[in-house]
């Protein structure tokens, strides 16, 4: 594994488990709602990628906890969506 490797790990572990936490702070509001899914849509590939670079122990954990976090996230936006449609 090289350095690179690693690094990606790392990085695409944290930005995963970032764009997560942040994405289900502001998909609550309005404009968070739009934001949040384009967040999503950022974090995903983050975990994705942490994942394709040979994560291991608690970055591999970090990876999937942040994609859960993000499925959870757009899985929330679109029921908004749904909801604010079908209400209108």
């Known amino acids: 594994m ?11 572990s944290v ?3 970032a ?4 994405t289900l702070a502001t998909v609550a509001f309005p404009f968070g709602l739009i934001s949040g899914a ?7 590939p983050s975990g994705a990628i ?3 670079a040979h ?9 999937w906890v942040g994609i859960g976090m993000n499925a ?3 899985l929330v936006a ?6 604010f449609v079908l209400t209108e």
């Open 19 to 22: 764009v997560g936490v942040w």
């Open 72 to 74: 959870l996230a757009f």
């Open 2 to 12: 090289q350095a690179s490797d690693r690094a990606a790990a790392r990085l695409g």
């Open 50 to 52: 942490a994942l394709r």
């Open 38 to 44: 384009v967040a999503v849509l950022f974090g995903l």
């Open 78 to 83: 679109a029921a908004a969506v749904v909801y």
């Open 55 to 63: 994560a291991w122990g608690r970055w591999r954990k970090a990876a």
């Open 15 to 17: 930005l995963s488990v």
